[in-house]
């Protein structure tokens, strides 16, 4: 004879054994002590937490010929005949095979009927799959139901039932069970069952569990018919590792590993989606991370290295994938893809991508020199103790700043004006000198070393907005102890005279110092003597344009009549042999 499941074995009698779901144990330990047990009550909640099980205890307690305390002694002949399956009390229908409206009319017609006991339990699993049909039939039932019966209808999928059936029925949901409680009950479980459990197996099990508790006893059952030792499961750390050191290569091994271990692509594909949302709760919100203590250590560090934009990106471009796996004969193909994308950058065509590897390239240009910054902790709930919702994803208090020194003066931006000349005269007005721009405040570097490093690391370190305006000007070069850089037009370089602030706080971090930085326009009176070609000293050294030689305008004369031609003449010299007709 096979042997009993674990889970069969271990199934609660009595509403204390339930674990994890107090808050349904405390409403119907009551609901039978006072009398006031509901007609109809909705169970819902994830698979093996517990639903048919609890409904089972309430039809035992419901009958129970020496009930204590809202329990049922499981003693009495009502209870063993319900733990057998053969009360007549009791009717357990599975609305998943039996979801026709013929199927609820005789369940209908039966209700009416008395029984040997108080109450008449009729359990429907599955309620979610009845037709439309069906629930029609059913409805009337549940809102005037005999005295004696008693509906508890179970569902994993609460939103598909109608909203006229969830209206008349008491709704209890039960959650999946917190990882302390679900690891006290597995060294428990495995202690009386004689399994021996190392540590490494215990959290193979807890994870393949996932807080179900029929599933991870199902997985205790496997790794005790394994002798102990851990199943090999798909390693999903080396995705999030792939995404953060930008390896496809290693993704991909991965893949194939997993699929020559007979791992379908959806269910690995979802596996890692679920991975990924781990991860992004231990950043927002840790106390909802459904892993042991030690699991959970680790998923937050893997999440703080990969960081929330990318883990979102990710679990989009993945939920895209699953979507279109389901009509793809090679769903195989669409993982590798999306993995592709994720991990090697020049393959993504996402603009999210672009804006994340300039943001990687702003901090490491502004961390280069500063030691890494140790990660801050979780922040405590005081109120709750507990960690605070939001987690690492909130700001930390800045703090205060010191009284910033005085700023060095800066150069006059606004370049000299052209020179006006007057009426013609024997001799023409020198043009006025242009200002000089301010030296270098005293420790800084010079204005030659400035211009050599201004497209190699002083640009880099620009925010970005300052970085698009400065795209569209020119280095000149030094002249003068400052740094000249030359704007397409005028409108251009009046915002990017409004953001010499950044430029100045990108040269402290890049060269120690600040030197002044002088905006003109290119092709006007201080540019016209600057050849690009020329370096940066020697164009500060090129001597002036001579000035333009004045017109006598007595030698000009005017061109003899001749010459000059009529539009007319014009017109008959490009179609020859046309006339002019005179009306």
Request: hydrophobic letters at 40%.
């Amino acid at each position: 004879m096979a042997t009993q499941s674990l889970y069969r074995r271990y199934r609660p009698r009595r509403f204390s054994e339930v674990k994890g779901q107090e808050h349904v144990v405390r409403a119907l330990r009551n609901a039978v002590i006072n009398h006031r047990e509901g007609q109809a009550y909705l169970f819902s909640g994830p698979r093996g937490t517990g639903k048919t099980t609890s409904a089972r205890i309430l039809a035992k307690v419901l009958n129970c010929e020496r009930p204590v305390d809202g329990e049922p002694c499981c003693e009495c002949d009502s209870c063993l005949a319900v733990e057998r399956g053969t009360s007549y009390d009791v009717h357990e229908l599975d609305a998943a095979s039996n979801n026709g409206v013929d199927a609820m009319r005789d369940l209908i017609e039966k209700a009416s009927l008395g029984t040997p006991g108080r109450h008449k339990v009729y359990i429907l699993d599955e309620v979610h799959m009845l037709s439309k049909a069906a629930e029609a039939a059913l409805l009337k039932t549940l809102e005037e139901p005999p005295p004696h019966v008693v509906f508890v209808l179970a569902t994993t999928d609460p939103q598909k039932v109608s909203d006229t059936i969830r209206s008349r029925t008491q709704h209890l949901q039960f959650h999946l069970l917190p990882m302390d409680v679900m690891e006290d009950h597995i060294r428990w479980l495995a202690a009386d069952a004689g399994i021996e459990l190392d540590d490494g197996a215990l959290q193979s099990v807890l994870r393949q569990g996932g807080g179900s508790a029929r599933d991870t006893v199902s997985a205790l059952e496997l790794v005790s018919a394994s002798g102990g030792v851990a199943i090999e499961t798909t390693p999903l750390d080396e995705f999030i590792e792939a995404f953060i050191e930008h390896d496809p290569g290693r993704a991909l091994t991965v893949v194939a590993h997993a699929v020559q271990q007979g791992r379908d692509p959806r269910t690995l594909t979802d596996d890692i989606v679920r991975h990924l949302r781990d991860c992004f709760l231990s950043l927002m919100a840790p106390e909802l991370v459904q892993l042991p203590t030690q699991r959970a250590a680790e998923v937050s560090d893997l999440a703080q290295r990969m960081g929330a934009a990318a883990i979102v990106r990710a679990m989009e471009r993945l939920g895209e994938m699953l979507v279109e796996m389901r009509h793809a004969p090679d769903p195989r193909l669409l993982l590798e893809v999306a993995l592709v994308q994720l991990t090697h950058e020049a393959a993504s065509v996402d603009l999210s991508v672009v804006l994340d590897r300039i943001e990687r390239l702003e901090q490491q240009t502004v961390t280069r020199d500063v030691t890494a910054p140790i990660p801050r902790p979780v922040p405590v709930d005081p109120a709750t103790g507990r960690a605070a919702l939001g987690g690492r994803a909130r700001p930390a208090a800045a703090p205060a700043a010191p009284p910033a020194a005085a700023p060095p003066p800066a150069a006059d931006p606004t370049p000299a004006p052209a020179p006006v000349r007057p009426a013609p005269a024997p001799v023409a007005e020198p043009p006025a000198p242009a200002p000089t721009p301010a030296a270098a405040p005293a420790g800084s570097v010079s204005a030659d070393h400035a211009a050599a490093v201004w497209a190699s690391d002083i640009m880099p370190a620009l925010k970005a907005l300052t970085k698009a305006m400065f795209a569209t000007t020119k280095l000149l070069g030094a002249r003068d102890g400052a740094v000249v850089v030359a704007a397409p037009n005028e409108p251009t370089r009046a915002k990017c005279q409004q953001q010499l602030p950044d430029v100045e706080a990108a040269m402290r971090k890049v060269l120690g110092g600040v030197v002044p930085v002088q905006l003109v326009v290119d092709g006007s009176a201080d540019t016209d003597h600057d050849d690009p070609g020329l370096s940066a000293p020697a164009r500060a050294e090129a001597p002036p344009p001579p000035p333009d030689e004045e017109v006598d305008l007595t030698d000009l004369v005017d061109a003899p009549p001749e010459t000059v031609q009529t539009p007319t003449d014009r017109l008959l010299q490009a179609f020859p042999g046309s006339q002019v007709i005179d009306e």
